[in-house]
């Protein structure tokens, strides 16, 4: 069982923001042009059937999705609709761990 | 073929210019600061690419499958990924040898 949870978010430019502040020896542009480019590496590694696999964070596969019958809503026709893949991530152990402990920790 | 953080970096180092020691250092940190985020509680929004959200299970009833013994699941947070669109149609398009 789960529920959404009221939790904060971290976008993009303020992970960027981040890891500027660590890396002050390169400009705020290279950092974010370096996410840009792990972002895009990533998306075009799965977009190509490759996986990810970063140890300590998880990694990323593709699962099929298999062909089924589907309905047009407005219609009601029934169409088929096609197999297809979808992006899929497992946590690694390190990840999991962390973020768990945090759960403990906070209580 | 599986893409590695030592592929990343080395595409850092060729599409960037930075030297090796400071394209590894990146790669190594992106994915500290997005662990780092979710154990702190944020959910990470990275668009064009995903959203990392936390979340919270609560205790259920569980066994063991060896002894049938029954041993309460802990309450537990955990990381799921929810692609975003433009991933999840970049990814559709791939057809695969699968099919």
């Known amino acids: 069982m789960s529920d959404d949870q009221e939790m904060r978010s ?3 430019s303020e992970l960027v923001e981040l ?3 660590k890396q002050n020896h390169l400009a705020y542009k290279d950092v974010e042009l370096a996410v840009k480019s792990l972002l895009e590496q990533m998306s075009e590694a799965l977009a190509t059937g490759d996986r990810i696999e970063i140890r300590g964070f998880g990694s990323f596969s593709l699962h099929f999705r ?3 019958a589907g309905r047009n809503p407005k219609t009601g ?6 197999g297809k893949y979808v992006p899929h991530f497992k946590p690694g152990k390190e990840l999991r761990e962390r973020v768990n402990n945090s759960l403990h920790s906070s209580e | 073929m599986a893409l590695t953080k ?11 210019g930075l030297n090796k020691r400071e394209a590894k250092e990146l790669v190594e940190l992106f994915f500290e600061e997005v662990r780092e985020a979710l154990e702190s509680a944020y ?3 990275l668009s064009g ?4 959200t936390l979340r919270d299970k609560t205790q259920r009833p569980g066994r063991n499958p060896k002894t049938g013994e029954e041993i309460p699941i802990c309450a537990r947070r955990v990381v799921t990924f929810r692609p975003g669109q433009k991933l999840k149609q970049r990814v559709e398009a791939y057809a695969g040898s699968q099919q």
């Not at chain 1, 026709?77 to 096609?82: A, E, H, M, R, Y």
């Open chain 1, 10 to 12: 971290m976008m993009k």
């Open chain 1, 19 to 21: 890891m500027a502040r």
């Open chain 1, 66 to 68: 298999p062909p089924r």
């Open chain 1, 77 to 82: 026709d029934s169409v088929s609709l096609p």
């Open chain 2, 6 to 16: 030592a592929d990343m970096a080395e595409r850092l180092f060729d599409e960037l």
């Open chain 2, 43 to 45: 959910n990470v929004k």
């Open chain 2, 49 to 52: 690419f995903g959203n990392f």
